[in-house]
C-alpha cells in the first residue's frame, strides 16, 4: 500500500521548478490533441487555422515557462504573454492558452518588483495585440475587448489579494513569536526577581545580623554559615533558571520547586532573624504543575518582605491544600523594623498578582491598623488530600 504521507514528503522535498513542471506539461500535450485543436482561448473573432510550426512555438511558450512561474516570475509572464499573443494574432486558439490567467495570478501573488511597471507594460501589450487583430480582420466590439481585459484584471487582482493574505498571515505570525519572546522574557525576569531577591535579601539580613556578634563567636559562626548555606542555595535555584536559555534544558532536572520546599524556606528565615510559625494542612498532591510553583513564589516573596519591612516581628505561613485550589497566607505582626532593608521596586507583589491572576484564582494584600501586613493567594490546582 502506498504511503500518501511518504510521498507528499518526497514531492515537498523537490525543486520549485520541478513542481511546477507537470501543469505546463500537460497544457503542451493538451494543446497538441488533435481533438482539442481550436478548442482554446480565443479573443478577437478571427476564424480557426490549422496548426503549423509557428502553433508549436505558441503552444511551447504559452506552457513550457510554467515550470518558472515562481522562482522567475516576470519572465514567465512575458514568454506566456508572447505566445498568447502569437497564438490569438495566428487564431490557431490553442487550448495552452488557459495559462494567461494562471500566470496572472501567479504574478499578482508573487512578483516583488517593478509591479506597477508590469501592469502599465501588460496593458499597453493588451491593447497593441487588439489593434493587431482587428488590423487582421477581426470583429470584436471594444466592449468585448473591454470584458475580456477586465476578466484578465481580476486574475492580477486575485493573485495581489493572496499576496496581501499571506502578508497579514506572516505579520500575525510574527506578532505571535514576538508576544512568546516577550512573555518568556517577562517570565524569566520574574523568576530571576524571585530567587535573586529572596536569597540576597537573606544575605544582607544575616551579614547585617553578623556584625554585631562578634562578641559571640558560636554565634557568629552560625550567622556565617547561614549566609554560606543562602549563597549556595542561590547558585543552585540560579543555574536551574539558566537551563531556560539552555536549548537542551528539557534533559535537565525538574525546575519547579513542591510547596513541600516552603519549609526549607522558613528555615531560611529563621536562620536569618525572622521568628516564623509554619503551618501546612492537607496533603500535597504529587503533580499540580503551574499552581504549586505560583504558591510556592507566593510564600518565598512574602518572607522576603517579612525580612525586608518587618525584620524580626512575628511571622506566620499558612499552605492548606485543598481538593481544587491551594490556599496561602502569609502574615506578620508590625512588631519588628525595616532598618535592615535594602529597599524594593514592587514588582514581586505585582508578579505574583499577574502569575495568580493568569491561573484563575485571587490575590490580596492587606495591612492591619495595629502593623505587619497579611499576604493572600487562592491558587486553583488542589489535591484531594486530608486535612491535617
Same mark, same amino acid.
Given at each position: 500500500m502506498i504511503d500518501r504521507r511518504r510521498v507528499l514528503e518526497l514531492w515537498r522535498r523537490l525543486d520549485?521548478?520541478?513542481?511546477?513542471?507537470?501543469?505546463?506539461?500537460?497544457?503542451l500535450v493538451a494543446s497538441l490533441l488533435p481533438s482539442l485543436r481550436g478548442q482554446g482561448t480565443e479573443i478577437g473573432g478571427l476564424p480557426t487555422r490549422p496548426a503549423d510550426a509557428l502553433a508549436g512555438v505558441a503552444a511551447v511558450l504559452q506552457s513550457i515557462p510554467l515550470a518558472v512561474r515562481r522562482r522567475w516570475t516576470l519572465l514567465c509572464l512575458t514568454l506566456v504573454s508572447l505566445g498568447f499573443a502569437l497564438d490569438q494574432l495566428r487564431a490557431y486558439h490553442l487550448f495552452a492558452g488557459a495559462a494567461l490567467p494562471i500566470v496572472l495570478i501567479n504574478a499578482g501573488s508573487h512578483q516583488e518588483k517593478y509591479r506597477r511597471a508590469t501592469q502599465v507594460t501588460a496593458t499597453l501589450?493588451?491593447?497593441?495585440?487588439?489593434?493587431?487583430?482587428?488590423?487582421?480582420?477581426?470583429?470584436?466590439?471594444?466592449?468585448?475587448?473591454?470584458?475580456?481585459?477586465?476578466?484578465?484584471a481580476l486574475a492580477w487582482g486575485i493573485g495581489a489579494?493572496?499576496?496581501?493574505?499571506?502578508?497579514?498571515?506572516?505579520?500575525?505570525? /510574527?506578532?505571535?513569536?514576538?508576544?512568546?519572546?516577550?512573555?518568556?522574557?517577562?517570565?524569566i525576569a520574574r523568576e530571576l526577581h524571585d530567587v535573586v531577591t529572596?536569597?540576597?535579601?537573606?544575605?544582607?539580613?544575616? /551579614?547585617?545580623?553578623?556584625r554585631y556578634l562578634t562578641a559571640a563567636p558560636e554565634r557568629?559562626?552560625?550567622?556565617?554559615?547561614?549566609?554560606?548555606?543562602?549563597?549556595?542555595?542561590?547558585?543552585?535555584?540560579?543555574?536551574?533558571?539558566?537551563?531556560?536559555?539552555?536549548?537542551d534544558h528539557g534533559t535537565a532536572e525538574p525546575r519547579t520547586p513542591p510547596v513541600g520546599r516552603v519549609l526549607t524556606l522558613v528555615e531560611q528565615t529563621r536562620r536569618a532573624g525572622q521568628p516564623v510559625e509554619?503551618?501546612?494542612?492537607?496533603t500535597p498532591a504529587a503533580a499540580t504543575g503551574s499552581s504549586d510553583l505560583v504558591a510556592y513564589r507566593v510564600v518565598q516573596e512574602a518572607l522576603t518582605n517579612a525580612l525586608k519591612y518587618d525584620h524580626g516581628g512575628r511571622t506566620s505561613v499558612l499552605v492548606r491544600h485543598g481538593e481544587r485550589e491551594i490556599t496561602v497566607e502569609v502574615g506578620t505582626d508590625g512588631s519588628g523594623s525595616g532598618a535592615a532593608s535594602p529597599?524594593?521596586?514592587?514588582r514581586g507583589l505585582a508578579g505574583l498578582r499577574e502569575r495568580v491572576d493568569v491561573l484563575g484564582g485571587e490575590f490580596s494584600t492587606d495591612r492591619p491598623a495595629d502593623g505587619g501586613f497579611v499576604v493572600r493567594a487562592r491558587i486553583p490546582g488542589g489535591s484531594g488530600g486530608s486535612t491535617a
Open positions: 520549485v521548478t520541478v513542481r511546477d513542471l507537470p501543469l505546463g506539461v500537460l497544457l501589450g493588451y491593447v497593441a495585440m487588439a489593434v493587431g487583430l482587428n488590423a487582421r480582420g477581426g470583429d470584436e466590439t471594444l466592449v468585448e475587448y473591454v470584458t475580456f481585459y477586465l476578466v484578465l489579494w493572496m499576496r496581501s493574505a499571506r502578508a497579514a498571515e506572516a505579520e500575525r505570525r /510574527s506578532r505571535v513569536a514576538e508576544d512568546a519572546r516577550n512573555a518568556e522574557r517577562t517570565r529572596h536569597h540576597v535579601t537573606a544575605m544582607v539580613v544575616q /551579614s547585617e545580623a553578623a557568629l559562626d552560625e550567622s556565617l554559615a547561614a549566609v554560606s548555606d543562602t549563597g549556595r542555595r542561590a547558585i543552585t535555584d540560579l543555574r536551574h533558571l539558566l537551563d531556560l536559555l539552555n536549548p509554619f503551618t501546612e494542612e492537607g529597599g524594593g521596586s514592587g
